[in-house]
């Protein structure tokens, strides 16, 4: 068998297309103003500056604009919390990635949790969370929504099919699920106390990595014909499945790098745009 590359690169080269034409409309209605994503990046971990910097820089492909937040090590929950105030009542900023993880002296979850739900476009709150379960309008955690966008792209239906996550972080592995879920598969979660995680998988048609191991998942656990994607990424251009093999045993993959990483990025920015459109739309009103 030889396996369809889930190539999300290429998708989201293409989408970038796309949104560029919609920012360009943004602009003409609205005085030459782009819509505006605010990062925040707290502390100086090194990947973290990497993954804000890649976001600013798709910004800029599609001629979004963004703000650029750094705080030192030392902010604490209530700096966080006044400085998303802030953003939150910036009628400029359409969106709010506050890049995770922060530094441990700071209630993550709180910080998340005070982004105005509007502006949510990583999907990071519970509040969007919960409307997300509920099939009701809310923007997707990021990555699982990139992983629903490149499916749909490959005309791959969840419908029916066995789908086996592994993780259950709050913005990976569980809303990946409850969005294969709508999607109308039938979903296993499988997370560290899991037992015989290797037959679970097997039996897996749709296979989602998000264990943060590289490259924990391997090749012979998967099943004949499965759709194999993994959101892991580690130094050296490991995932967390095993690549060896998979283009004989999937029927489809994702590649690390250049499967789910660009996705997930895009995903931010077409989220972003949506914010910008639906602000506009308000305004007329
Ligand atoms: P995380 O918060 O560390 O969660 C890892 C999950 O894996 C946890 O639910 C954990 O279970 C589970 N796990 C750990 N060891 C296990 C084992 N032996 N057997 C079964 N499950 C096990 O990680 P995350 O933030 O969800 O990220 C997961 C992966 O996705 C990482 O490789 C990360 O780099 C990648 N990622 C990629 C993107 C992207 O844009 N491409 C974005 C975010 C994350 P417990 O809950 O029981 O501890």
Redesign the pocket.
Same mark, same amino acid.
């Given at each position: 068998m030889s396996a369809i590359v889930l190539d999300g690169k290429a998708l989201s080269k293409k989408s970038e297309s796309d949104l560029a034409e919609r920012v360009k409309k943004i602009k003409s209605i609205n005085n030459e103003r782009a819509p505006i994503l605010a990062t925040i990046l707290v502390g100086d971990d090194p990947a973290s500056a990497t993954?804000v910097k890649m976001k600013q820089n798709a910004c800029k492909r599609i001629g979004m604009e963004s703000i650029a937040i750094e705080m030192p090590t030392t902010t604490s929950t209530r700096e966080l919390l006044t400085k998303i105030d802030e953003l939150n009542t910036n009628k400029d900023c359409h969106g709010i990635l506050l890049q995770?993880p922060v530094p441990s002296q700071i209630d993550e979850r709180r910080c998340f949790d005070h982004i105005a739900i509007e502006k949510d476009v990583d999907g990071v709150t519970c509040h969007g969370f919960g409307r997300m379960v509920m099939q009701l309008d809310a923007y997707g955690s990021?990555?699982p929504q990139?992983i629903m966008r490149m499916l749909e792209n490959y005309q791959i239906d969840p419908a029916g099919k066995y789908a086996v996550v592994?993780?259950? =972080?709050?913005?990976?592995?569980k809303p990946m699920s409850a969005m294969l879920l709508n999607a109308n598969a039938t979903v296993t979660i499988?997370? =560290?106390?899991?037992i015989n995680?290797d037959k679970i998988i097997k039996q897996a048609d749709i296979l989602v990595?998000?264990?943060?191991?590289?490259e924990?998942i391997k090749s012979d656990w998967i099943k004949s014909g499965a759709v194999v994607i993994d959101?892991?990424?580690?130094p050296g251009g490991y995932?967390?499945i095993e690549a060896s093999n998979l283009s004989d045993i999937a029927s489809a993959f994702t590649p690390v790098p250049g499967?789910?990483?660009p996705?997930?990025?895009n995903t931010l920015i077409q989220q972003t745009v949506i914010s910008a459109e639906k602000s506009l739309l308000q305004n007329k009103k």
């Open positions: 993954y995770h990021a990555t990139g592994v993780g259950r =972080s709050a913005i990976l592995g499988c997370h =560290s106390k899991t995680l990595g998000a264990v943060g191991r590289p924990f959101a892991g990424y580690h995932g967390d499967g789910v990483g996705m997930t990025i």
